[in-house]
């Protein structure tokens, strides 16, 4: 069976990567969600995918005239004054308000929506018994040297999720290694095919499970890959074509902005 997860929650629906969007990708059927673990100023972690705070908060309206924007540069408390969903209803970055698929109650509850921390993020998702996909973003800025492992490892556990419903995901590949040394209860995912780089690159392929980029990547070499015994995932894929090609090739998971698009595909088959 191939897997349907909510790449930062269902964001074509709701504000990425807060409790909007994780609630909503549980509920237009994904299997699982992918989120993105950030360090803030005084080691707190939360859901949130850039290194700096302008594109998806009021971040520079709300702290006018701070030297920084990055996230590791805010503390949680800060963190928690900012707006983290009106940007979505500005932009309508999928297109999805114009296209009538979000309710104007839904709407309204995306104004003000702060940013999430990982344990209230998992708290849902252990409510739900519903697995999730901890991508550990590389540690930028103020965040830099930061246990970030441990202090993932001591949240999750403190959460009371079952094992069997996390599994952890980094470009930086040597989290993954300490993970797989103190806690190898967790599964683990290689990403691969970070911005900037002209490849997947699947090095000498050390690693069980490959979470590549669709984008640089064929059905063709990932049947190649598949064939070597791997498992293979690939993000971001919300092409109905692509996601029917990489289906047949194969793949295991897939990750999309639109599960919603994904599941009509997987009840095709
Ligand atoms: O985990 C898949 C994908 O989320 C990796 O890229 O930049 O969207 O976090 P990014
Ligand atoms: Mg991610």
Known sequence: ??????????????????LAAIR????VGAHLWETDISVSRDGRLVLFHDDT???????????????????????????????????????????????????????QGFAG???????????????????????IKRLVGR????????????VIKK????????RFSSFDHRLLDEIKTKAPEYAIQALIGEIGSPINNWGTLAYDTYNANQSLSTPDEIRA????????N???????????????AGATTLITDFPQVLKMVLDER
Not at 143 to 154: C, I, K, Q, R, W
């Open 24 to 27: 909503k990708g549980r509920a």
């Open 113 to 135: 929506i702060r940013i999430p921390t990982l344990e209230e993020g998992l708290a849902f998702t252990v409510q739900e018994a519903w697995p999730v996909n901890l991508e």
């Open 234 to 248: 690939l993000y971001t894929v919300n092409d109905p074509h692509r996601m029917r090609a990489f289906i047949e």
């Open 159 to 166: 959460s009371g999720i079952n094992p069997h419903d996390v």
């Open 143 to 154: 965040a830099v040297g930061f246990p970030v492992v441990a202090e993932s490892l001591t």
């Open 1 to 18: 069976m191939v897997l349907n997860s909510a790449h930062r929650g269902a964001r074509s629906l709701a504000p990425e990567n807060t």
């Open 53 to 107: 705070l302008d594109r998806t908060t009021d971040a520079l309206s709300r702290f006018p005239g701070r030297a920084s924007y990055a996230l590791s540069d805010f503390t949680l408390a800060e963190l928690k004054q900012l707006d983290a969903g009106s940007w979505f209803i500005q932009s309508d970055p999928f297109g999805q308000i114009a296209a009538g698929t979000i309710s104007d109650e839904e709407i």
């Open 225 to 232: 890959i598949v064939a070597q015994g791997k498992t293979v």
